[in-house]
């Protein structure tokens, strides 16, 4: 089951369409460990800032400079399409972590680690050979960061859900009234009639399992406001994503991020929907709107690969972390 959920990301992240992920970027960088001793400089580092040359260790961040220290460190983003350098490895591998809890990616005999230089352990072994293979894809001619989306998730949940979860979930509940799934188009408009006929007979269908699973009605609104939900429901979604750790969370998080909708980011968490039925539920109006006025290339078809790479790699992480 493992091995076929990594063919399946590596199926689903195909390079034409992570070469699409241009929004929400988030600045990183790469320290590449080029020591002449295993002891010096073992890993691969990514940090969530930019330190200023000369400051904390001996780690060089070159723009222009020359290189003045066993390793290098070069600024790059997740999302813009940065390439990084040249690839400085020839075997990546996976073992078990040291402590015996975990996984562990190796390039060689660099250790992979977070952006606070902890190893980057995974849970399950199906996660640490998912994210190998990303960095197996790699060219020889560059590093390509953003061909890496579980690498990038791995990362937000061992580094940022931990220590701002509560504000996570917090900005999802707030963003929860206006969800898409409550959303309907008018219904005395000539022009959106036939997306409000489409929104009902997609969206009823997960509206009844909502208040079949919570014992609430979501309330459905015309409003480009948003309507207001009932407390009781508010509260339990509020303590489903209580209950989830930082590996649900974070898968969540990026989902809902990318559909705008708890309820579908919930709903495949639940096993409700499939990557297939969330994209389609997320493109409803955009995809009438293609059949009605046809498709604008280098538009509509690369939103289409964003979104699936975006809503696939956290469906494929969601299921690679699960230990049954």
């Not at 929004?23 to 580092?45: C, K, L």
């Amino acid at each position: 089951m493992a091995s076929w959920m990594a063919g399946k990301a590596l199926k689903a992240l195909n390079p034409f369409a992570l070469r699409t992920l241009t929004s929400s970027a988030r600045s990183f960088s790469v320290a590449v460990a080029s020591g002449d001793s295993e002891s010096d400089h073992s890993s691969f580092t990514f940090s969530s800032k930019d330190p200023k040359p000369g400051e904390g260790d001996d780690t060089i961040y070159v723009k222009g400079r020359e290189r003045a220290s066993g390793s290098v460190s070069m600024p790059m983003s997740f999302m813009t399409g940065s390439i990084v350098g040249k690839r400085f490895y020839n075997e990546v591998s996976t073992k078990e972590a040291d402590d015996g809890i975990g996984w562990s990616v190796m390039l060689d005999y660099r250790t992979l680690k977070t952006p606070s230089k902890r190893n980057l352990k995974c849970p399950t072994l199906a996660l640490a050979k998912a994210i190998a293979a990303e960095w197996e894809y790699q060219l020889a001619d560059g590093i390509r960061p953003f061909t890496m989306p579980l690498m990038k998730l791995a990362c937000t949940a061992l580094e940022r859900v931990p220590v701002t979860r509560t504000k996570v979930i917090e900005n999802l509940m707030q963003k929860f009234h206006q969800d898409l799934v409550f959303c309907r188009a008018p219904r005395d408009n000539d022009l959106t009639r036939d997306l409000r006929e489409l929104q009902v007979e997609k969206f009823s269908p997960l509206i009844k399992w909502v208040e079949s699973e919570f014992g609430y009605k979501p309330v459905v609104y015309t409003s480009f406001f948003g309507g207001k939900q009932e407390d009781g429901l508010v509260k339990a979604f509020e303590n489903v994503l209580k209950k989830t750790d930082d590996y649900e969370l974070a898968a969540i998080d990026a989902i809902a991020a990318a559909a705008h909708s708890l309820i579908i980011a919930v709903g495949m968490f639940r096993g409700k929907l499939s990557i297939e039925q969330a994209i389609e539920l997320i493109r409803l109006e955009e995809d009438l709107q293609v059949d009605r006025w046809g498709l604008v290339e280098g538009g509509h078809d690369l939103d289409i690969a964003d979104l699936r790479v975006q809503i696939s790699s956290a469906a494929v992480f969601l299921g690679l972390t699960r230990k049954h």
